[in-house]
């Protein structure tokens, strides 16, 4: 089976290259020059410059496209020249690039095509909605259509001279009036889009209806409005079924019973990404969440260093995709050095739990066609207390997907717990990282770790005991992930929504991805991204571990670690598919 995907991912990136434009006379492909260290292996990456928010995921036409922001012109954010690139998968894990989808050419986005969406209409043809900062810098929402709606690939578009479609509005700041959503249809039969602003002071989510597409008025309420002033950026609302656990996603414009909404939003004071669940009422376009507070008493996308995501109905598949941007956390200096900056992180399908009021995130199937080797395993292994390792081996770790169950013999020795402690999980695991000895955990994995452990990155769990229940504490501990200076290092937390008392047993999924870690708790209850820069594998190679340091002897009940090939990503200035670790370039001999 393996084989069959394997041979099917090649066949895939074969025939999108088949389409794409050839650029030199060649027409050997060779297999040559390895990326450096942090280059990621199966993570979105154009081939250099900068990058940042995914902008108008779709599934069209039997290939999924990826458009995101964009500076053609080095490896750092500019003003005035983002632009909207553009890459095609046939399965979200090998990408080929094409031209930029949007440059800043017109009045209406000469100092830059800022965010936006992507929206499939009846008629099956896909339009863009951008926001163009225009040549007095102010920002106005634009439209494009592709120049020729048969093409699989959307190679080239079109920006109608009646741009902008909705200017700025007089209440509205000039700086605050960005990233429309995937628009939506009503009971009515109007589009919607919503967008983010800063109206008469206040920060809000405003909509806009049309029966055209073209033509757009501002509703007299917004969806949702900020007890504050902040913007609150990239907005993005979408359905989700309420059957208990129901993994099937919901077209963008599905509604009624058995429909519940989620809002996200991007908060840039705290550059975290926040989310409710609650009703959209499309007859007066306002969105009510289930629970009280402002956006950041909402959940998290994300415990970790994750920002500004989108998601997409993904028709192929019956789900929904989400995709988010994962900026670097060294010098600008690094960024220049490399040539690039920016991630994707991998796209993870999302659903309603059981329960209703959360999301659950997992890693898109498709990355099971990238696993090779397979780590011997450790199913019943006990990690003794107070310093219990083992090694996982086998297998490159720094290339991995791994799946691991830790099995609780008791709950007696966990720590008691202030309950106004959970307000901050971030600062419970800054006091209680990974080698500060605990009661029931710490336990979980050392990744990305040198022989000498000198640099590692955990990812743990510990149980605390409340007063008539126990609460699981997830971290990610980068204090030692990588002894390189200046660095941002910082020690994420966040708490899983789960029956230990119950379950007595705890899962974790963690990818790793030379220098991104993203892992996924309790099933994909809690999520967390990390970026880390270990100097140890610039000389030799990493290790990967689980760990116990708590006071009782943990069992690992299951655990699976693959190591993971490396895709197809992107094109570099020859016309070759650079993957992480190949670059496939036109060439007349080997």
Not at 32 to 49: C, E, G, I, L, Y
Not at 122 to 144: E, W
Not at 367 to 395: D, F, M, N, Q
Request: overall charge negative; proline content about 6%.
């Amino acid at each position: 089976m393996a084989a069959l995907l394997l041979a099917i991912r090649v066949i895939t990136v074969f025939l999108i290259c088949l389409l794409l434009p050839t650029s030199s006379s060649s027409s050997s492909i060779c297999i040559a020059r390895t990326q450096d260290h942090v280059r990621t292996a199966f993570h979105f990456q154009p081939a250099k410059n900068w990058q940042n928010d995914p902008n108008g995921p779709v599934y069209y036409n039997g290939m999924y496209h990826l458009f995101y922001q964009y500076n053609p012109h080095g490896a750092l954010w500019d003003v005035g020249n983002l632009s909207w690139g553009h890459s095609v998968s046939g399965d979200l894990v090998n990408w080929a690039a094409l031209g930029n989808a949007l440059d800043p050419t017109a009045p209406f986005d000469a100092n830059g095509c800022a965010s936006g969406s992507v929206t499939i209409l009846p008629d099956g043809t896909p339009g863009i909605l951008y926001s163009g900062i225009d040549t007095d810098r102010r920002q106005v929402q634009n439209i494009a259509f592709p120049k020729n709606p048969r093409d699989p690939l959307l190679r080239e578009w079109a920006k109608p001279a009646y741009n902008p479609v909705v200017p700025l509005p007089a209440d509205v700041s000039a700086n605050d009036f960005r990233d429309p959503t995937t628009a939506w249809l009503g009971r009515d039969g109007l589009w919607r889009f919503a967008i983010s602003a800063v109206a008469d002071g206040v920060g809000a989510t405003l909509v806009y209806r049309s029966a055209d597409f073209l033509r757009w008025e501002r509703r007299a309420t917004p969806l949702h409005a900020s007890r504050d002033a902040v913007m609150a950026e990239c907005p993005d609302l979408f359905p989700v079924a309420t059957r208990g656990g129901a993994e099937e996603g919901l077209d963008t414009s599905a509604s009624g019973k058995g429909v519940r909404h989620v809002l996200k939003v991007s908060m840039p004071d705290t550059l975290e990404d926040y989310y409710a669940v609650g009703t959209y009422d499309d007859g007066a376009d306002t969105f009510t969440p289930d629970e009280d507070g402002d956006y950041r008493s909402w959940r998290r996308i994300d415990r970790g260093h994750l920002y500004a995501s989108k998601t997409f109905f993904d028709a192929r598949r019956s789900r929904r995709v989400l995709w988010a941007w994962v900026n670097e956390s060294d010098s600008e200096a690094d960024d220049v050095a490399r040539g690039w900056s920016g991630l994707q992180s991998f796209p993870r399908a999302l659903w309603l739990d059981g329960g209703g009021k959360q999301l659950v995130q997992w890693p898109v199937e498709e990355i099971e066609t990238l696993r090779t080797r397979r780590a011997p395993p450790l199913e019943g292994a006990e990690l003794e207390p107070a310093g219990g390792l083992r090694e996982v081996t086998g297998i490159r770790s720094s290339q991995a997907d791994v799946d691991v169950v830790f099995e609780i013999p008791s709950l007696g020795r966990a720590e008691g717990l202030d309950p106004s402690r959970l307000a901050d999980p971030d600062a419970l695991c800054r006091e209680k990282g990974a080698s500060v000895r605990g009661g029931v955990g710490p336990f979980g994995l050392l990744v990305m770790a040198s022989g000498d452990l000198h640099e590692h990155t955990a990812v743990f769990f510990r149980v605390f005991r409340l007063l008539h229940e126990y609460a699981v504490l997830m971290c990610t501990d980068l204090s030692r992930s990588y002894t390189k200076a200046d660095v941002y290092k910082p020690t994420h937390g966040g708490f899983i929504n789960v029956d230990i008392e119950k379950d007595m047993s705890i899962s974790l999924r963690t990818l790793i991805d030379h220098s991104i870690v993203e892992s996924f708790g309790g099933g994909g209850r809690t999520c967390m991204t990390a970026r880390v820069y270990p100097e140890h594998v610039v000389t030799g190679s990493s290790h990967l571990y689980v760990f116990n340091n708590g006071s009782d002897a943990v069992k690992v009940s299951k655990l699976e670690a693959w190591e993971l090939a490396s895709a197809s990503v992107n094109v570099d200035d020859d016309g070759g598919l650079v993957g992480s670790s190949v670059n496939m370039c036109h060439s007349e001999m080997y």
